[in-house]
């Protein structure tokens, strides 16, 4: 069965102090791993697909990274609106999407 | 831009009703999605559907029914609404195997049932 790990569950940062949250997996053959922003709300965001170890994608102070057990997001010199729950979820080989549970990450002026 | 759009974003009920929550997407997306989500309890799958007037029990369908008459359209019935049910209730969109952003999620509907 497919397996989504996130951690930590809550990480509370000063504004610009970076940071990162990981995601760990268990699939059987990776279709890609997505990474989700929720605010407070809200429906998820999409923010990166990767697809093989050793990919990165970038989008202003967010940078997430793969290798072949675990994603990493880091938040670098976060503002207090990176404030938000983020979501990391893999396609089982039926394309449902499993979810992690979260990260609340809260950052503060 | 493209949409799934969920047709309110807070409800109140009474214990006993019929409740109705509709979702609607024009991205012509084969694959459609019911979550509900709550916290420390994350995204927890309530129905799926493949395509019109398909249906398949997620891991959480017990009070839950869903309709599928048209493509665009994914409608979440909860036959005798509980307090239990108070939740947020998510839909979403994809396409057949996935795509390159996974799903494409609606505001959400905050149902409180009283």
């Known amino acids: 069965e497919d397996q989504v790990t996130q951690s930590p569950e809550a990480l509370r940062l000063q504004e610009g102090e970076s940071s990162s949250l990981n995601c760990s997996y268990t699939v059987s053959g990776l279709r890609g791993l997505f990474w989700y922003r929720q605010d407070p709300g809200k429906g998820p965001e999409f923010l990166f697909t990767l697809y093989s170890a050793g990919e990165e994608k970038e989008k202003e102070r967010l940078k997430a990274t793969l290798t072949k057990k675990e994603s990493f997001l880091h938040i670098t010199a976060p503002k207090p609106e990176d404030s938000a729950t983020y979501l990391c979820?893999?396609?089982?080989?039926?394309?449902?999407?499993?979810f992690g549970a979260g990260t609340t990450v809260t950052v503060r002026a | 831009d493209v949409k799934v759009t969920q047709s309110s974003r807070y409800l109140v009920k009474r214990t006993g009703e019929k409740v109705f929550l509709e979702c609607v997407q024009d991205m012509d997306h084969e694959n459609m999605f019911w979550y509900r989500q709550d916290p420390g309890l994350g995204l927890r799958l309530i129905y799926f559907?493949?395509?019109?007037?398909?249906?398949e029990k997620g891991d959480i369908p017990e009070g839950y029914s869903v309709s599928r008459e048209k493509k665009e359209r994914f409608s979440l019935i909860l036959e005798s609404a509980s307090t239990n049910q108070t939740s947020m209730y998510l839909c979403?969109?994809?396409?057949?195997?996935?795509?390159?952003?996974?799903?494409?999620f609606g505001s959400g509907t905050r149902l409180t049932v009283v």
């Open positions: 979820a893999v396609p089982s080989n039926d394309y449902k999407l499993s």
């Open positions: 979403a969109s994809s396409s057949p195997t996935g795509g390159h952003r996974g799903y494409t």
């Open positions: 559907s493949y395509d019109v007037k398909m249906k």
